[in-house]
């Protein structure tokens, strides 16, 4: 196993790439007690309260149906570490579903710890879409809400909170339209991203997906179904969008989209000093925006990389490129993309050039590749299938993402892609720059406060049973190391996707934020009932 995993990861680049992505008062918690659920799988009492508890909820008619057995599959996610067996799954048809059950949780008061929480692909890494003896929402069941998309000077489409982003594009080009801003993996459902932020390499241009939004239905804490826009029940759609699913379930939203191309230049190329690399990263999503999409990712003691890009881009410079050696080096690539129809071909092959002049590559680097505008976006989803195939998919995934600003981008790559951080075989590790100015401040998202903030993402997969580097405890302490340098030099970075387990660490998380963070909770959900796989708030049972 072990040896087919390495071998896979230094070996075909683009399923390397996959593992990217892809992303959340009452005496119940008046001091704001963190979660205390245990790390380890639970064991089940079949006797216990909880097994009697979901009882009252089969009296609820529902449109969709609870199951109360055989629901496994709702105790386990992407990160494939985190194990919490729900006392029932709701697989609802319609908002209404959803709202009956809250309402009943919430009616049950504080005799119950029944908890809910919202889950569509299962993709969060450390248990966030999990409800230990609670109740998980199937939010891929939700239909109710049926696609709709509307031209006109400010095009949008409507769509369910449970709808995968794979299916907004297919259907979104059958009129011409797309989204404007997209994760890097795309099987993934609107209400898991907009909870988080949705970002990727448009985000310089458009913002994360949170800041595409014009209109949201929520379900509260306490059952009730709210319609929220920037002017309407603003306070719950701000806090809702990026708001890691505290204070509402979104079941339906309204996303702005534009005209969707039909082609994409899609560009690599290779650095070896990280000054360099930045410099031009930064260049690109600054000057006139002409790129629609810029990523980047670092290369650790990775040999045949070229090679390896062959199966999808060509070298501008054949010969030259066969003649690179990058054994044992520490590289940056830069990855670019620019979005065009076929009439434009030739204007846009000439302008290409000359902006590709104004940045400092290695020349004989230099790799292109001219597909689809859905081949593109969907550049993941190959890899995903291949690792299915070769059964590497249901492997712990021990992610860490970072939101680095750019004043202190050079220590931290210094320190951790100089000392800390020995090979990238493990999985990618992705590291470009977004220009806050088109973010919008109110939403629940914490950034570090500058302007410019790089992602830099660390997307390891490991190998089950290894006592090695691939091993998962090998793997955690890394990451363990690299944020206990960026605490330790006051980096000012922000976790994005963030997990912690104590109150400091979510105060500190939010800073200026968390009082109207938690000011919210208590208004949206005072009982503490949604998203309790976050660890935010715990819903404290009080005994009669």
């Known amino acids: 196993m072990k040896s087919l995993t390495n071998g896979l990861f230094k070996n075909n680049d683009l399923i390397c790439r996959f593992l990217m992505t892809m992303l959340l008062s ?44 055989h629901n496994h599959h709702a105790a386990k996610d992407f990160g494939n570490r985190y194990h919490f067996l729900p006392a029932a799954v709701l697989h609802p048809k319609s908002v209404h579903d959803i709202s009956s059950v809250v309402r009943r949780v919430y009616e049950m008061g504080t005799p119950s710890i029944l908890t809910i929480a ?66 890097d993996y795309l099987h993934l459902t609107v209400g898991g991203t907009l909870s988080n932020a949705g970002i990727s390499g448009q985000a310089f241009r458009h913002g994360p997906q949170i800041n595409n939004v014009y209109e949201l239905e929520v379900v509260t804490g306490t059952g009730e179904i709210v319609t929220c826009t920037k002017k309407h029940n603003a306070d ?4 809702v969008l990026g708001g890691l699913g505290q204070f509402g379930i979104i079941t339906r939203a309204r996303i702005s989209v534009e005209q969707a191309p039909k082609r994409v230049k899609w560009i690599r190329m290779l650095y070896s000093d990280f000054s360099i690399f930045c410099q031009d990263q930064e260049h690109l999503i600054s000057s006139d925006n ?13 040999t045949g990389l070229l090679n390896n890009w062959r199966s999808t881009f060509s070298p501008k410079d054949p ?22 129809n076929p009439e434009e071909s030739d204007t846009l092959n000439q302008r290409i050039e000359v902006l590709l002049e104004e940045l400092k590559y290695i ?55 100089g000392n800390i951080l020995t090979d990238t075989s493990n999985g990618p590790v992705l590291i470009y720059p977004v220009n806050k100015s088109r973010w919008d401040n109110k939403t629940s998202m914490v950034t570090p406060q500058e302007d410019l903030v790089y992602l830099v993402a660390f997307l390891a997969s490991a190998v089950p049973s290894s006592t090695k580097s691939d091993g998962l405890e090998h793997i955690l302490a890394q990451n363990r190391r690299i944020l206990d340098f960026c605490d330790s030099s006051g980096l000012g970075v922000k976790q994005y996707l963030p997990h912690y387990n104590t109150q400091r660490e979510w105060r500190a998380h939010f800073g200026t934020k968390w009082e109207d963070f938690r000011e919210r909770k208590y208004k949206y959900d005072p009982l503490a009932i949604l998203s309790p796989g976050q660890k935010i708030f715990q819903k404290e049972k009080t005994y009669l």
């Open 26 to 69: 009452s005496n119940l918690y008046r001091n704001d007690f963190c979660s205390k659920l245990p790390s380890e799988t639970p064991t089940v009492s079949s006797q216990s309260e909880f097994s009697i508890l979901p009882s009252s909820l089969k009296s609820l008619s529902l449109d969709g149906h609870l199951c109360f057995e």
């Open 118 to 183: 919202a889950r569509g692909r299962g993709h969060s890494v450390a248990g966030q879409a999990q409800a230990h003896q609670g109740v998980v929402i199937n939010m891929e069941t939700l239909q109710e809400q049926k696609m709709c998309f509307h031209t006109g000077d400010s095009p949008y489409v409507d769509v369910s909170g449970g709808e995968l982003w794979i299916n907004i594009l297919h259907e979104g080009l059958k009129h011409g339209l797309a989204p404007k801003s997209w994760t």
């Open 236 to 239: 719950l759609f701000y806090g």
């Open 290 to 302: 002409y790129f629609e999409y810029v990523e980047g990712f670092v290369i650790i003691n990775r």
């Open 319 to 340: 010969l030259q490129a066969s003649k690179f050696q990058s054994d044992g080096k520490t590289l940056y690539c830069l990855e670019i993309a620019k979005y065009f």
């Open 363 to 417: 020349q004989c680097t230099l790799f292109l590749s001219d597909v689809s505008y859905v081949e593109f976006l969907d550049r993941v989803h190959v890899s995903e299938i291949k690792l299915r195939e070769m059964g590497l998919w249901e492997v712990p995934h021990p992610w860490l993402n970072l939101l680095i600003p750019k004043s202190r981008i050079h220590d931290f790559a210094q320190e951790v892609f």
